[in-house]
């Protein structure tokens, strides 16, 4: 059976796996992460992993640029559930055509990528997962033409326990336009637990957001936010842009 929250040492196991008095067995109270990266070089993948230290403090360690397979590294738990977003689509196509000139390419071009954010516990374990696929175009000066879809993975201890399920996972454009000199799109999915270190189901709850920018000069920025509720030292999130 797989388990949830596997732990390399007794001193970040559950509560209700070890007892002990030291205030470091605890899980450490809720709180949240953000981050920003910017865009990587041209065959690069920006990324940055965010480590909770024993004082229950998150350390946010250096963006590097890595090839795209060594960043968005697939799970290799046979234990997962996933889900896909709706896809969500915008061009300048269904724009008055008397704009003429003003949606002309100059410095045009298009691309693909995905972003995404991933949490694993002390072992490497995935347990939530987060990401978007997104594709657009540009003229150099305005975005033509975009879409985002992607999807979430959640670590599962079926069939005893539920373990990590999916809550309100939603994918839309929160700026921007076709036709603008930017669009922005974010992905949404809250995770709730309930499994072999908490039959109850109250304890553990995360809400990760994936964001992306795209300019019309061809350039791209994502931003990530994760708000969880009790975690352990040695826990950790992998970002991707």
């Known amino acids: 059976m797989a388990i949830g929250f596997a732990s390399a040492s007794p001193k970040y196991a ?28 041209a065959g690069k993948v920006s990324t940055m992993v965010i480590t909770i230290d024993e004082n229950c403090q998150p350390v946010y360690g250096p963006i590097k640029f890595v090839a795209p397979d060594e960043a968005n590294v697939e799970s ?23 704009l003429g000139a003003d ?23 995935q347990l939530n997962k987060v990401y978007g696929n997104v594709c657009w175009s540009w003229s150099g000066t305005i975005v033509t033409s975009a879409s985002a879809g992607g999807g979430w993975q959640a670590h599962s201890e079926a069939p005893v326990f539920p373990g990590w399920g999916a809550i309100n996972p939603w994918n839309a ?7 603008c000199s930017y669009i922005s799109f974010r992905q949404h999915t809250e995770f709730n637990y309930r499994g072999v270190f908490d039959p109850s189901g109250t304890l553990y709850y995360n809400t990760i957001e994936v964001n992306e920018y795209l300019y019309g000069a061809g350039s791209r920025a994502c931003s990530f936010s994760f708000v969880y509720r009790n975690w352990f030292p040695g826990w950790n999130t992998a970002t991707g842009c």
């Open 76 to 98: 290799n738990d046979k234990n997962v559930v996933a889900g896909s977003f709706d896809e969500v689509r915008v061009s300048t196509l269904s724009l008055d055509p008397s």
């Open 14 to 41: 559950f509560a209700d796996e070890v007892k002990s008095d030291s205030a470091a067995d605890e899980p450490c109270p809720e709180g949240n992460i953000n981050v920003d990266l910017p865009q990587a070089p």
């Open 103 to 125: 949606y002309a390419p100059l410095a045009g071009g298009s691309t693909c990528f995905t972003a995404f954010l991933r949490l694993n516990d002390v072992v490497g374990l």
């Open 173 to 179: 454009q929160t700026g921007g336009c076709a036709g």
